[in-house]
């Protein structure tokens, strides 16, 4: 596995996230543009992605997951309540 170049932060929880559901992705994708834009995504992930069943590691339930690159590495931390 391709290990990517991110700063670990142990308060941060996109170091811990590397594979992730459509739910969780395409809402922290809109999340980060709102955030960084101040507008909604003009494309809510790639058109083309490999998923497989998994857990995935945000919401922690079994489904459909591919990696969070898919969705153009958005800031889960967004999604924390």
Known sequence: M???NRQL????LNSTINLVCDECGIEANRLTCLKKHGQEPKKIKF???????GKCDFCGKTRYVTEVRDY?????NLLKT
């Open 2 to 4: 391709v290990e990517y």
């Open 72 to 76: 153009f590495y958005p800031d889960f």
């Open 9 to 12: 932060n142990s308060n941060d």
């Open 47 to 53: 058109d083309c992605s490999t998923y497989h069943k």
